[in-house]
C-alpha cells in the first residue's frame, strides 16, 4: 500500500521556523521525486519546493527561495521540509507529492499524493 504523510505543521509566529517532514512507503522512494504543494484558504494549490530522490536535485518557487530548505534520507524514506523566516503568506496546507523520476512540474504528473499537514503563521 502506497503511504505519503506529511507532519510537522503547526502554528507560529513570523519571523518563526517549523520543519516539515514526509513520509514515504509502499514505492520505490529513491526513483522518485518529491514535491511539496501548499494551498492556502480559498487559493488554488502551488508547487513551492521539489526534490528529485535520483540525484538530490532541488527546485524552489521564488516566494521561498532563500528562506526554505528541502532535503532527503532516501535510507529512512523521508523528505524533509525546513521552513526559515516565516510570513503570513505562507499559511496554508502542506502536502507532499510523488512522481517518478525527476522533478517535471509543479502540479502535474503526481503519482501519489498524501493527506496535508497546516500551518498557521500569525503575524
Known amino acids: 500500500e502506497v503511504q505519503l504523510q506529511a507532519s510537522g505543521g503547526g502554528s507560529v509566529q513570523a519571523g518563526g521556523s517549523l520543519r516539515l517532514s514526509c513520509a514515504a512507503s509502499?514505492?520505490?522512494?529513491?526513483?522518485?521525486?518529491i514535491s511539496w504543494i501548499r494551498q492556502a484558504p480559498g487559493k488554488e494549490r502551488e508547487g513551492i519546493s521539489c526534490i528529485g530522490n535520483r540525484d538530490n536535485s532541488t527546485y524552489y518557487v521564488d516566494s521561498v527561495k532563500g528562506r526554505f530548505i528541502i532535503s532527503n534520507d532516501n535510507n529512512k524514506n523521508m523528505v524533509y521540509l525546513q521552513m526559515n523566516n516565516l510570513k503570513p503568506e505562507d499559511t496554508a496546507v502542506y502536502f507532499c507529492?510523488?512522481?517518478?523520476?525527476?522533478?517535471?512540474?509543479?502540479?502535474?504528473?503526481?503519482?501519489?499524493w498524501g493527506k496535508g499537514t497546516q500551518v498557521t503563521v500569525s503575524s
Open positions: 509502499g514505492f520505490a522512494f529513491s526513483d522518485y521525486a
Open positions: 507529492a510523488a512522481e517518478r523520476g525527476w522533478c517535471s512540474n509543479w502540479l502535474g504528473g503526481k503519482n501519489f
